[in-house]
């Protein structure tokens, strides 16, 4: 059998780096899958490019891996690719509003969509990383049009993991101390496979919704919900009652929702760089998920940001959103009909995908903008539905 042609955007960049050895030993696409890495990044990156393409051949990976190119040249890159993963992207620097990053990026995500529409596989599966991703996402949809909307996906993942970690985190800190309090036997501990109900809705923003609504721990052989383990409401961000109407909310100061949101920065400002190792690992999950012949069809309800298209959920649709989703085999996957939305958690849905809305109509804006002081053909883009 052929190798798996898997091309990977910013290919000198630090997610990369995390990410390539997870790939050459068969983590990600399976053990029995062989694949040719095709890592791209711009001409400046040269050199650092040029690095990495020498520690893959010093680590001597034989799991997987058949090969690998390193390039600077976007068309070898793209060239039969079977899966996308894009990491490439114009990065946000000081100063830079989240605006001003949508309009670097959305041309960037033209050329990206450009080349896998012109050079890929017609049936290429696609992991947008770069931010905005969602948006980044949609950009993807209008250049690569014979390309499934299915097969364009963005990464929740992280956010996702982000939340269970700090479930798990706060439930075995719980259950340990219960434990040594009664005098009984140290409890199990508690990983990723007894959590079940948790899901990331919306836009990979300050907007987004970690949801804990449904969530259920898996304690002393049974599914028990979450206030079972962890009462503390407040914390959770679950609705709560208080005198005077009042209503705590999804994004309580000091909840576990704030946490994930700034979990990102949190990290930035500790290490003085960006959880390039955590993002990689959900990256793999994120495509071993949809696309490994071990895992895809078996693995539970996971947050992928996907298309609206057809959404059971009531959110909008012509948008790209976190949503939950089951992976079926043969690399496809559907909603997850089985989660339903509190009011709350549909309140800030609808706002984040206000968010979205707009962050897309100031994409095609900003593309109408640069193709018309190119002097491209009007029409190109099309006009945003609002």
Not at 17 to 36: C, E, M, Q, T
Not at 117 to 123: G, K
Not at 176 to 192: D, F, I, P, Y
Not at 255 to 262: D, G, I, P, Y
Request: charged letters at 20%; one cysteine or more; proline letters at 6%.
């Amino acid at each position: 059998m052929a190798p798996l042609r898997v091309v990977i955007t910013g290919g000198a960049g630090q997610i990369a780096y995390s990410l390539i050895p997870l790939i050459a030993r068969g983590l990600v696409f399976g053990p029995d899958v062989k694949v040719h890495l095709r890592l791209l990044d711009i001409p400046p990156a040269a050199n650092a490019l040029a690095g990495v393409a020498m520690e893959v051949q010093d680590s001597l990976f034989s799991t997987a891996l058949e090969g690998v190119l390193a390039t600077t040249n976007d068309v070898e890159a793209f060239t039969g690719a079977q899966v996308a993963i894009l990491l490439g992207g114009f990065p946000r620097r000081p100063g830079m509003e989240r605006w001003d990053l949508i309009g670097k990026n959305a041309g960037i995500m033209k050329r990206m969509g450009e080349l896998l529409e012109t050079y890929a596989s017609p049936n290429c599966k696609v992991v947008v990383v770069a931010n905005p991703a969602q948006t980044n996402c949609y950009i993807l949809s209008i250049y690569a049009p014979s390309l499934p909307r299915k097969n364009i996906t963005s990464l929740s993942r992280l956010d996702h993991d982000r939340m269970i970690g700090m479930l798990l985190h706060e439930a075995n800190s719980r259950l340990m101390s219960a434990s040594a309090g009664n005098g009984s036997e140290c409890v199990r501990k508690l990983t990723a496979a007894d959590v079940r109900g948790a899901c990331i809705w919306g836009n990979h923003s300050n907007s987004q919704v970690p949801d804990v609504s449904a969530v259920e721990f898996f304690v002393d052989g049974r599914w028990v919900p979450i206030e079972s383990v962890i009462p503390d409401r407040t914390w959770l961000g679950l609705s709560n009652s208080l005198p005077g109407g009042g209503n705590l909310g999804v994004g309580t100061e000091g909840s576990l929702v704030e946490a994930v949101r700034k979990r990102g920065a949190a990290v930035l400002a500790a290490r003085k760089l960006s959880s390039a190792m955590s993002a990689a690992n959900a990256i793999a999950e994120h495509l071993s998920d949809w696309l490994s012949p071990e895992k895809s069809g078996h693995s539970p309800a996971v947050s992928m940001g996907v298309t609206t298209d057809g959404n059971p959920f009531g959110v909008s649709e012509g948008v790209f959103s976190s949503l939950p989703v089951r992976c079926t085999l043969g690399g496809d996957w559907n909603y997850d009909e089985g989660f339903s939305l509190t009011d709350d958690v549909r309140r800030h849905l609808e706002a984040s995908v206000v968010e979205l809305e707009d962050e897309k109509a100031t994409a095609l804006k900003m593309l109408e903008k640069a193709e018309a002081a190119a002097g491209s053909a009007p029409g190109l883009v099309p006009r945003p539905s609002l």
